[in-house]
């Protein structure tokens, strides 16, 4: 089945401590991307990737980091996890950036 | 960068009316424009799409518009009816460091809240 796996699906943690949520999608796609969802803001770009070890910053990258060392792989790290980033986060792909995007199920983070 | 506006936040409809969502960009360099629905608590899924190349398409009581000139596309649905209500969001596509004559990802709207009454 052609899917987007996000791990862990709820995450709650206290501020400094180094987590990794990890995006897995199983169709050969070039593009992913990392979002974050907060009530009344929609759906913010956090990273994205145009393919292996190609990335770039979206709209609030402040806080993250990511790596894209293989294809169908696309960690999203916090080193240094602060309660602003208590969000809901969703790891998405698709054959480029423009084209339907596939999402994963979310993240739910608490950062206490 | 893309600005991508939506309006309005909250829209209550009868079931059996029609509802539209309106969405507004910035970059006239964008060509790619689609809708997602988000139930709740699910993922955003695609309900629609289009390109710049065409003016207007249809799906089932599903259609979305787009006047390139005035910078802006709309949702429309038709016979609204329970299963419609969630959370739709417009983007258009954007341009970043490697986009290399394609776009590289999708700026979003801050959703529409379709409330559809019995």
């Known amino acids: 089945e052609a899917q987007v796996t996000q791990n862990p699906r709820y995450l709650i943690t206290v501020t400094g401590k180094k987590l990794t949520v990890t995006c897995s999608q199983n169709m050969n796609h070039e593009y992913m991307s990392w979002y974050r969802q907060d009530p009344g803001l929609g759906l913010r770009q956090i990273y994205y990737s145009m393919n292996v070890e190609v990335t770039d910053k979206g709209d609030v990258p402040e806080g993250y980091k990511v790596s894209r060392k293989e294809k169908r792989n ?14 809901l986060y969703f790891c998405a792909s698709s054959p480029t950036g423009t084209d339907e995007q596939f999402f994963g199920p979310g993240t739910r983070l608490t950062v206490l | 960068g893309e600005n991508v506006e939506q309006h309005p936040s909250t829209l209550s409809v009868q079931e059996g009316d029609s509802a539209v969502i309106k969405c507004t960009y910035s970059d006239s360099a964008s060509n790619y424009f689609p809708w997602y629905k988000q139930e709740l608590g699910k993922r955003p899924q695609l309900i629609i799409d289009i390109r710049s190349n065409v003016g207007e ?7 979305v518009t787009l006047n390139k000139t005035a910078k802006h596309f709309s949702l429309h649905i038709t016979e609204t009816q329970p299963e419609d209500s969630a959370v739709y969001f417009c983007a258009a596509s954007t341009k970043g460091v490697y986009s290399g004559g394609g776009a590289d990802g999708l700026t979003f709207g801050k959703g529409t809240h379709l409330i559809i009454q019995p």
């Open chain 2, 57 to 63: 398409k249809k799906d089932q009581r599903i259609a």
């Open chain 1, 74 to 87: 696309f960690p999203l790290i916090l080193e240094s996890p602060s309660p602003n980033q208590t969000s």
